[in-house]
């Protein structure tokens, strides 16, 4: 069983920046895929960024002001977001999938006031 725990989220103003930290623990491949999503109140949840070992992708929302990375030896997954804005605001949420596997972390709000 994979469990994986979020931290640093928070309240700050628009243009300011926060890193996410998710640290997994259990037995998994060194071959999954960890990612962030996020979830507004009232939407739908909506991935912000993934990576591989091989491979980082972002969403829409995420290019060009967020940066996924990861440290294989701390099996944690960092999210550095910079130039925050209020529709930023969501629940983000770590997420580890291998083949036939998927965890969800418990969520970690971050509020962005204008």
């Known amino acids: 069983q994979v469990q994986l725990v979020e931290s640093g989220g928070g309240l700050v103003q628009s243009g300011e920046s926060l890193r996410l930290s998710c640290t997994a623990s259990?037995?998994?491949?060194?071959?999954?895929?960890m990612a962030w999503y996020r979830q507004a109140p009232g939407k739908s949840r909506e991935m912000v960024a993934t990576i591989t070992d091989s491979k980082t992708t972002y969403g829409d929302s995420a290019k060009d002001r967020f940066t996924i990375s990861k440290d294989n030896a701390k099996n944690t997954v960092h999210l550095q977001m910079n130039s925050l804005k209020p529709e930023d605001t969501a629940v983000y949420y770590c997420?580890?999938?291998?083949?036939?596997?998927?965890?969800w972390g418990q969520g970690t709000q971050v509020t962005v006031s204008s």
């Open positions: 997420y580890l999938q291998e083949i036939f596997q998927q965890y």
């Open positions: 259990g037995s998994f491949s060194s071959f999954a895929t």
